[in-house]
Each structure stands twice: as structure tokens, then as C-alpha cells.
């Protein structure tokens, strides 16, 4: 599946930015979703996760009670709902598609087959 993300650019502190990722090919509805962020010298950190059919989600501890994570298998889209984005929210944020199916959301970056190419989101003053 191939991906492509967008929605990324810059918010003040405080605002809110929602991420979108289109993917192709008609098994999407099969696929785990996740979104990942990485910034510059650091790690690539787990941020969201739902399940093929949207009944599970999963979220990393820093953004848990901010951020949303859904989908439209429909549009073949996943969305990433940002609120009260914090200056250590900037990152550029990558989509990826978990081919296995899990029936709940995976966190870990090596369970994810398909990346898409980032979006920068950056929150300054």
C-alpha cells in the first residue's frame, strides 16, 4: 500500500492541526493504521494507533487526552485530530499501514509495512 500523508504546517501554541493520510489499493480496510513522529537526532516515537476497523485505538503517553486518531475506510483515509498542540508536539509526522490485521493497534514501528512520506507540523509562538 502506498501512502500519503498531509495536513502538517505551523499552529501556536495552543491550536489544533489534523493530519491526513490517502492510501491506495482496496485492502486499506484490512490494514492497522498508525501515526509516528520523529524530530531531528531523536528516535522515531510512537504517537497513534487504530485497528482495521476502528473499534480500538491507542495512544502514546504525551498526547493521550489531545489527540484523535480515526478513519474512513470508505476514502481509504486516516485522520490524526490534534488539539492544544505544545511546542514538543513539532515533528514531522509519518503514516504507516500494519498489514497484519491486529485486532487491536500496534506501537511499535517495526510492526508497520508501509510508510508514508511525512508532513512537518511545527507549533511556536
Known amino acids: 500500500v502506498q501512502l500519503q500523508a498531509s495536513g502538517g504546517g505551523s499552529v501556536l501554541p495552543g491550536g489544533s492541526l489534523r493530519l491526513s493520510c490517502v492510501a491506495s489499493?482496496?485492502?486499506?480496510?484490512?490494514?492497522?493504521m498508525g501515526w509516528f513522529r520523529q524530530t531531528p537526532g531523536k528516535e522515531r516515537e510512537f504517537v497513534a494507533a487504530?485497528?482495521?476497523?476502528?473499534?480500538?485505538?491507542n495512544y502514546g503517553g504525551s498526547v493521550k487526552g489531545r489527540f484523535t486518531i480515526s478513519r474512513d475506510n470508505l476514502q481509504n483515509t486516516v485522520f490524526l485530530q490534534m488539539n492544544s498542540l505544545k511546542a514538543e508536539d513539532t515533528a514531522v509526522y509519518y503514516c504507516a499501514a500494519d498489514g497484519q490485521r491486529p485486532t487491536l493497534p500496534r506501537t511499535a514501528e517495526s510492526q508497520y509495512d508501509s510508510w508514508g512520506q511525512g508532513t512537518l507540523v511545527t507549533v511556536s509562538s
Open positions: 487504530i485497528n482495521w476497523n476502528g473499534a480500538a485505538t
Open positions: 489499493g482496496r485492502r486499506f480496510s484490512s490494514y492497522g
